[in-house]
């Protein structure tokens, strides 16, 4: 499968944790040469949500593939850089999409 997206809808915190877990595995389990996790109705985000994200690109790294942000809220943007992650992540403009 080429691409795969998945849509933020909730603050990505321990209290979604479950849900959120499940939700970028079973986007895994499709073995997408490309995941791309849109954030445009984010909330906000703790660390248990940015170790979620970390792992999930960990994942598609293992395996040769990427992943990509999509449309990273003001908020959820400082606690990527508070937690020094704003590097790894690959972070996409929603005007940056291109076909296919």
Not at 10 to 26: F, G, K, S, T
Not at 42 to 70: E, F, P, Y
């Amino acid at each position: 499968m080429p691409t795969v997206e998945v849509l933020v809808t909730e603050r990505l915190d321990v209290a979604a944790l479950r849900h959120c877990q499940a939700m970028l595995a079973q986007a895994l389990d499709l073995r997408p040469e490309h995941l791309v996790v849109d954030l445009a109705a984010c909330t906000g985000i703790d660390a248990t949500g940015i170790g979620m994200l970390l792992d999930a690109h960990r994942a598609q790294l293992r395996q040769g593939r990427r992943l990509t942000l999509r449309t990273v809220p003001p908020q959820v943007w400082r606690m990527f850089v508070l937690a020094r992650v704003d590097h790894v992540f690959t972070i996409e403009a929603p005007d940056d999409r291109t076909p296919g």
